[in-house]
């Protein structure tokens, strides 16, 4: 089993950036692709981002140019570096394999808001 500590969030104003962090217990961490998801008020889950454990990523069409994933397979840790952040990136952001085999954890909540 994996367990997911996603970390970074906060209020921040359009135009702004974040970084978010997760750190993912489990020595097998670096045979997955690992990915950002997103859940929106009154939306479904959506994966923002991935990245392959030898580096190839891809970025949904919302976020392109803006979002960057990146990980640290000796740390078991992935990143997701926000800029030029929108009020419609609000949403609750979780971090899981691609697809998703894991339990979701607690997220960790972005606000884009004046």
């Known amino acids: 089993q994996v367990h997911f500590v996603e970390t970074g969030g906060g209020l921040v104003e359009p135009g702004g950036s974040l970084r978010l962090s997760c750190a993912a217990s489990?020595?097998?961490?670096?045979?997955?692709?690992m990915g950002w998801y997103r859940q929106g008020p009154g939306k479904q889950r959506e994966l923002v981002a991935d990245m392959t454990s030898g580096g190839h990523t891809y970025s949904a069409d919302s976020v392109k140019g803006r979002f960057t994933i990146s990980r640290d397979n000796a740390k078991n840790t992935v990143f997701l570096q926000m800029n030029s952040l929108k009020p419609e990136d609000t949403a609750v952001y979780y971090c899981n394999t691609v697809p998703a085999k894991f339990a979701w954890g607690q997220g960790t909540q972005v606000t884009v808001s004046s």
């Open positions: 489990g020595s097998i961490f670096s045979i997955y692709i």
